[in-house]
């Protein structure tokens, strides 16, 4: 009878990843079972092929990790080689990367096994076909933008969203007109339908406030193809905003100029917030639209007026560069200077600069990473049962093809893309950039969870529960201290953290690498930059900055406003 505590410790001594457990079960009966004689046998043996192991490969495992993995089944892998293992028979989560005091990575954790078969033979590096590359590459041609539509509540940001699709008849008049319909059937008036091609759930139309982020698609007169993504403006649904300015390259800050709601926006309002939000989480094109002047009958005075205070706040509290911004006075209720201007309108008497659409056309191109390993962020989960999940997500580098073998992070499940859809159309590939529906399936169930990440195996996205990061406090009463209990924002992540250390202020002499001392503190207040050191309580998908801008900077909330954000600088464990 074979004696199952040894022959697991002989597992644990000669390790499972290089040997079948067959052949090293046989080895084990014939030689009692005594280690020694096993691993010297295994080093020499030629006739299993999966036997051949060095001496420099074998791990030789302390006897109280032994009782430990002993007691949970689990074996020490042998192989610390940085690509995923899939040679576990049971799923469970990868370990948290280990990042060194220097930022360099140390070796990725190893991956489960599926049952899979089809899914064991994962390549070092997914090759696809030039057919599908020169697809993306004329993808790419057409200088996609992602671009969220940020602003108080009721400043008219659906409205005009609803106006830019209409215009640039991405929607026909035939469904403007049954959105008109089915809203005076609700009690409301005609134009709201222009806003319901955006806001399309139940309770969004009810309710009369955007709540989701509403995604559509256009293409300019001069073809260049944007996604729209059209944040809700309520205070109480800043988080999903807070996820559309992540995906996005730039964006439109739609501005309410009648008497009253431009103060109120500017005040406590969500005028500002949005502006320090998508400035901290990497937008760089900014453009006003400074909405509603047709309420305030064309005047120059006003216009002048909103933009003059909106300029300061912008370039001196948000951080944007005054040739980033740019004011385009128009009306998204009657659509004058959205795509092209009436004649009789008085806006001519003063204004002679470009529309909404041109000023959209004319926004810099954004580089593209196609050529390097796939990362894709998981935004929303569609759909999950057991061992297959239909997801949607933005592709923020590389290409995502029908078929790839992908690893599905920080769980670590191996997993396989059934279809690709773009605009609602099946597709062949995605490219980076593009928001996409994915079908994945699996040879045994896995957990998929917003802020997930799909990766090549042969570059895996580090997963990590503590980091060092320089943040800068925005201007909320809220303060930062050892202990704090923070929301962080991260892509279409939103998780809990703790603030476990304030490290040192930065100052203009710290960060001119001066020889004193920095500056510590136990408190951070408003507008300050600070280095600090955040934990969370389970594994998350992020990277330093300097290696991902997308997956290292971030936002932190508490107490439903905004009071900080950052980049990141170390992962720590």
């Known amino acids: 009878m074979v004696n199952k505590t040894q022959f697991l410790l002989v597992l644990d001594v000669v390790g499972d990843n290089n040997v079948s457990e067959n052949h090293l079960k046989k080895i084990a009966v014939e030689n009692d079972f005594d280690s020694e004689r096993v691993l010297k046998l295994l080093l020499n043996d030629e006739s299993d092929p999966s036997s051949q192991i060095t001496p420099e490969a074998t791990v030789h495992t302390p006897l109280g990790q032994r ?39 140390s070796s990725t954790p190893s991956l489960p096994k599926p049952k899979d078969d089809s899914l064991s033979e994962v ?6 076909a030039p057919a599908l590359i020169e697809r993306v590459n004329e993808r790419l041609s057409n200088r996609p933008l992602n671009l969220v539509v940020l602003g108080h509540v009721d400043a008219g940001k659906s409205t005009m969203s609803g106006q830019l699709l209409f215009s640039l008849q991405a929607v026909s008049e035939k469904m403007l007109k049954k959105e008109q319909q089915e809203a005076r059937r609700a009690g409301r008036a005609a134009p709201v339908g222009l806003a319901w091609l955006m806001d399309e759930s139940g309770e969004e139309r009810t309710r009369g406030v ?9 293409v300019t007169p001069k073809g260049r193809h944007v996604t729209l993504l059209d944040a809700p403006g309520h205070r ?57 002047l047709d309420a305030v009958d064309w005047r120059k005075d006003r216009f002048d007026e909103v933009v003059s205070k909106l300029e300061v706040f912008l370039t001196k509290r948000a951080g944007f560069k005054s040739c980033d911004l740019f004011f385009v006075p128009c009306s998204g209720l009657t659509g004058d200077n959205i795509a092209s201007l009436n004649s009789n309108c008085a806006l001519l008497n003063w204004y002679q600069g470009p529309t909404l659409v041109e000023r959209l056309e004319m926004l810099p191109s954004i580089e593209r990473e196609y050529d390097v390993p796939l990362c894709f962020s998981v ?116 998780e809990p953290a703790v603030v476990k250390r304030v490290v040192s202020l930065v100052t203009k002499s710290s960060s001119e690498g001066s020889d004193k001392k920095p500056k510590r503190v136990r408190v951070l207040g408003k507008h300050c ?32 406003v905004s009071i900080a954000a950052g980049v990141i600088n170390k992962l720590i464990e």
């Open 210 to 218: 955007t709540m989701d982020i509403g995604e559509r698609r256009l």
């Open 67 to 105: 009782d430990r993995f002993k007691k949970n089944r689990q074996r020490s892998p042998i192989s610390t080689n940085t690509t995923p293992n899939f040679n576990r028979s049971k799923s469970t989560p990868c370990d948290p990367i280990q990042m060194s005091m220097s930022t360099k990575s």
């Open 529 to 560: 930059s600070a280095v600090i050191i955040i934990s969370t309580f389970k594994p998350i998908c992020v990277d330093i900055f300097k290696n991902s801008k997308a997956l290292g900077r971030f936002l932190l909330r508490s107490n439903s």
């Open 379 to 494: 935004c929303n989960i569609l759909k999950s049962s057991g061992a297959s999940a239909t997801i949607s997500g933005v592709v923020l580098k590389g290409i995502i093809g029908i078929g790839d073998k992908l690893v599905l992070l920080p769980t670590g499940d191996a997993v396989k893309v059934r279809s690709v859809h773009l605009d609602d159309e099946k597709s062949d590939v995605g490219g980076p950039g593009d928001h996409c529906t994915c079908v994945l399936v699996a040879s045994e169930p896995f957990i998929v969870v917003v802020g997930s990440a799909l990766c090549d195996p042969s570059s895996l996205v580090p997963t990590c529960t503590v980091f060092e990061a320089t943040i800068v406090t925005l201007g909320s009463d809220e303060i930062l201290a050892r202990g704090s209990n923070v929301e962080l924002f991260t892509q279409s992540l939103r």
């Open 236 to 292: 109480d649904f800043v988080a999903a905003a807070v996820g559309g300015a992540a995906r996005a390259d730039a964006a439109i800050l739609v501005i309410d100029s009648s008497k009253g709601a431009f103060e109120a926006g500017m005040g406590p309002g969500q005028t500002t917030e949005h502006a320090l939000v998508a400035r901290a989480l990497g937008v760089n094109s900014l453009i006003v639209a400074i909405n509603k």
């Open 123 to 128: 390549s070092s590096q997914i090759k696809h």
